[in-house]
C-alpha cells in the first residue's frame, strides 16, 4: 500500500561508537554506462575503486529525470511533487526551496556536523533559496546550470554568477575550470574540517553541457570530449579519496556517489549513455531515472558488493539520520526510506519500497514495484537525430500506448506484457490511483491531498559582486 514514511527517533546500529563523516558526490547528467564499473567505455579507475571498495547500486533512482526537481528529492527526502519543485529552475526564479523545508544539511548541523557544499545548487537564486540559509556553513559554486549563461545562449540568460557563501565572486566562468576549482574548494573543506564531523556536498556542474575539460585532460581519453571531462571527474573522486586517506579519514567517513539524472541524449557526443536502458534526461523511462549509484564506507560497506534493489536520492536522508542519531519531523510527510540494511548487506534485506511513482513534472507517467513496470499513456521526447559538438540533434514527440514492461527481462522497456499479466496491471494501477490521490496527477487533473508549496519572492535580485 502506497504509505510515506515519517521517521522520528531514529536509532542507529551501526557498530562503530564514532558517526561517521559523510561526503555525497553528484554528478549532473552522468548516464548509467558512463563509468567503468557500470559499462562505460572510457577508463574511471577511482571510481572503479570506489566500487571496488564499496557497493553498487544496480537499481537506484532519481527523485525526477531534470535538475531542480531531483535535487529538491534529495536534500528534502520527498518526491519533488511533494515539496512544489518541478522542472529546472532558472535565473531570477519567483519559486525556490522554501523555508519550511528541512533539509538535509540542517539534519546534519542538529547533531553538531560542520556543513559544506561545492557546486551547483539549483533550488532558487534569490537570497532567501541559497544554500547557506538552508543549512550549509558555506558554498562555493553555482546557482544553476551553466548553460543558463549568455556565453551558451547569447540574449537569453543574464551573466551567470559564481558565488562564495552569499556574494558574487566572478561572473561566467570558464566551464574548463570547474572540476578543479570545485576540487579544490572540496579537499579544503575537508582539510579545515578535519577535526571534527563533517557533511560535504560535492555537486559538479559536469558533465552537463557545455562541457569543458582543463588542459592536464584534454584529448587524453580517447573518447572524445566526453570521455574527458569524466577522466577528469574521476581525478576530482580520486583527490577527495586521497584526501581522506591522507587525513586518517578514511575509516569513518561514508562516501555516496551518484548522478542527478539520466544523459540529455539530444547532444550526442557531448552527453553520455543510459545502456542497457530506454532514452533518458526528462522521460520517464529507466534511462530517465536510473543512474549509477557507488556507497563506500570501509568496514561498514562490504567490499565488491552489488546490490539489486530499488532505492532511490530520496532515501539517503533518512539513512544518515538513522547513522547519525538525527531526528525527522513528524509533522509531514517524507517520503524516502531508510535503506541502510541494504548498504550494510545484511542477509535478505529487500527494497523498503512497494513501488516507485515516476513522474515526469506534474504527471504521474509510471509506476514500478518489483521487476514490473507499468507506464501509463503518454507523450515523451524522442531524440531522432543527435548532435555533434556540443550543437543540440532534433528531436520529436511520440506516443506511448499504456504497456507492461518485465525489467529483468526487457530492461529496455520495449515488449508489452500487459495481456499476459493483468493481474499485475491491476495491482499496479490501483498504487497509482493512491499515489494520485496523495501527490496528483495533472494528467487526470487530480490534486494531492498531501503536498506542500515552495518558497516562493516577490521581486528575486541576485547578490552583489565583491569587489
Known sequence: MFRALVLFCLTCTVTRAATPNVVLIFMDDQGYADIGCFGGKTATPNIDRMAGEGMRFTNFHVGQPICSASRAALLTGCYPNRVGIFGALGPNSKVGISDRELT?????????YATGMVGKWHLGDAPQFLPTRHGFDEWFGLPYSHDMSPAAHPGRYPDLPLYENEKVVERNPDPSTLVTRYTEHAVSYIERNASRPFFLY?????????????????????????????????????????????LNLDENTLIVYTSDNGPWLVYGDHAGRADPFREGKMTSFEGGFRVPCIMRWPGQIPAGATCDQLAATFDLMPTFARLIGATLPEDRVIDGRDIWPLMHGEPGATSPHEAFFDYWRHDLQAVESGRWKLHFAHSYLHVTVPGHGGA?????DRQLAASLFDLETDPGETRDAAADHPDVVSHLTALAAECREDLGDAATKQPGKHVREPGHVDAPTTAPATH
Open 202 to 246: 560535492l555537486a559538479h556542474s559536469l558533465p552537463h553541457v557545455p562541457l569543458g575539460v582543463s588542459e592536464k585532460f584534454a584529448g587524453k581519453s580517447g573518447q572524445g570530449m566526453y570521455g574527458d571531462v569524466t577522466q577528469e571527474l574521476d581525478w576530482s573522486v580520486g583527490q577527495v579519496l586521497a584526501t581522506l586517506k591522507r
Open 392 to 396: 543540440p540533434g532534433k528531436t520529436e
Open 104 to 112: 538535509m544539511a540542517q539534519m546534519f548541523k542538529s547533531r553538531g
